[in-house]
């Protein structure tokens, strides 16, 4: 890509940095306020019977080790008392919810996600699990995905989670040794070859790799071999995120100098896409590949603006046109859950215009689908073209989104620039 095209974006505030935030809602969860759990709970009563599929995330904040680059609300791995007063309150906590909307709403899918779930007692991990069935309607064979690291899991712990789990997501991040120490990861490479197999071993039919790039002590070459390893392993979905440098996190007060530059990021995603269209994977999103015939229904779900049920600390949730987010840490949500068996603290009912913009930012991380232009008119009685036009004709004229009479989707340029592109639908941008 050359320079004359990237400064051309970078006057319209398009590009890919370390700094940029990913976007996952909208609005930006800093942009939420306190949250009214009382005009919430009315809201539900008023908007009556609710009927079709929405999905399920847990939160379980734990990890064996804290990793350099991590921005998600976590802990060291608790003692015992803490993990069950943890899983006690995180109980509580679905229980109040399936008080408030029955077993109307069937689970399209259901996430365990952190954190890292499997640093809990396989059994816990079930149990949790079992409870969630009692407690809502969810098909025998929906997507059950569980979040892992390969120091959390071994054959015996796999075989006994497989009872309840059918997706099993490994979060690797890099495949050279010296990288993953700089990380502060707690495996290194053999450990990660030897936890996928152990995986397959165990009868997960579908396990997912998530990589990252961008990292420090990486560069392009390593980068390379990661995929080259990827092409070895052939895993079901591959996840590769581009690396963030948040506040808060111990790669912050590190030189940015250590970190890929811009101009690497979009190398290094390109390289990403290259390798698995040629491996003959199918693009889901900006950041996923799936094989043939593979889902990844609560990313689908998500993106297309579907409800889903967080539970546990700083867990989101869609719901009934409500944004929001739990509190954390952990302590402060055990107190909340016990005190009212809820523990939302931030966000808002969405207004019509909000939800307009949630809808086509999100919608456009669906690489295949892309944003869907008749239910977009259907859902707000205006044309996709009427409200957004401005934006998608300059986003045209830099050809990083395409159209049909049908949808709207990010050109093979704008899905290396994704977030920044999404965010033009955003006010003031
Ligand atoms: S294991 Fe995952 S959640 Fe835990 S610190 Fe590392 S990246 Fe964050």
């Not at 943890?86 to 996600?113: C, D, N, P």
């Not at 980068?223 to 390893?229: G, H, P, Q, T, V």
């Not at 840490?329 to 809820?342: A, I, R, W």
Request: aromatic share 12%; hydrophobic share 35%.
């Amino acid at each position: 890509m050359d320079d004359s095209f990237l400064d051309r974006l970078k006057k319209e505030g398009i590009g890919k940095s370390t700094s940029h935030l990913f976007v996952y809602r909208y609005p930006d969860s800093d942009q939420m306020s306190p949250f009214d759990r009382e005009e919430f709970a009315k809201d539900l009563e008023k908007s009556g019977k609710k009927v079709g599929e929405l999905a399920f995330y847990l939160h379980i904040p734990f990890c064996s080790s804290i990793c350099s680059y991590c921005h998600y609300f976590k802990q060291g791995i608790g003692k015992k008392g803490e993990i069950e007063a943890f899983l006690k309150g995180i109980q509580r906590e679905i229980s109040t919810y399936s008080q408030l909307i029955g077993k109307e709403l069937e689970a399209s899918s259901v996430l365990f996600g952190g954190g890292t779930p499997t640093s809990l007692e396989a059994n816990s991990l079930n149990e949790l699990m079992l409870f969630l069935r009692g407690s809502f309607r969810i098909p025998k064979k929906v997507e059950a995905s569980i979040e892992s690291s390969p120091e959390t899991i071994s054959f015996e712990k796999l075989v006994l989670l497989r009872q309840n789990f059918n997706r099993m997501s490994i979060g690797i991040q890099d495949f050279n040794d010296r990288v993953l120490k700089e990380c502060n990861r707690n495996h290194d490479k053999e450990k990660a070859l030897h936890s996928i197999k152990e995986a397959r071993r165990a009868g997960f039919e579908s396990i997912n790799i998530d990589l990252i790039y961008g990292l420090p002590k990486q560069g392009i070459e390593g980068w390379k071999n990661s995929l080259n390893e990827v092409e070895a392993i052939q895993p079901e979905s591959v996840t590769a995120s581009d690396l963030r440098v948040r506040e808060g996190t111990a790669f912050f007060a590190r030189n940015k100098e250590e970190f890929a530059s811009d101009k690497e990021l979009i190398e290094m995603h390109s390289m990403f896409l290259n390798k698995m269209e040629g491996l003959g994977y199918k693009q889901l999103f900006p950041y996923q590949f799936v094989k043939k015939g593979q889902r990844m229904l609560f990313l689908e779900n998500q993106w297309a603006s579907g409800e889903y049920l967080g539970f546990g600390p700083s867990s989101c949730s869609f719901f009934n046109k409500w944004d929001y987010n739990n509190v954390f840490p952990t302590d402060k949500y055990l107190k909340d859950v016990e005190e009212s068996g809820l523990a939302c603290a931030v966000g808002k009912k969405l207004s019509m215009e909000d939800q307009m913009i949630r809808f086509v930012a999100l919608g456009l991380k669906d690489c295949k689908k892309g944003v869907d232009k008749n239910i977009f008119k259907k859902k707000f009685a205006l044309s996709l073209e009427e409200k957004f036009g401005k934006t998608i004709a300059l986003l045209e004229s830099l050809s990083l989104v395409k159209q049909s009479e049908k949808s709207l989707k990010l050109s093979r340029k704008g899905i290396l620039f994704y977030d920044s592109v999404s965010r033009k639908f955003f006010p003031k941008n």
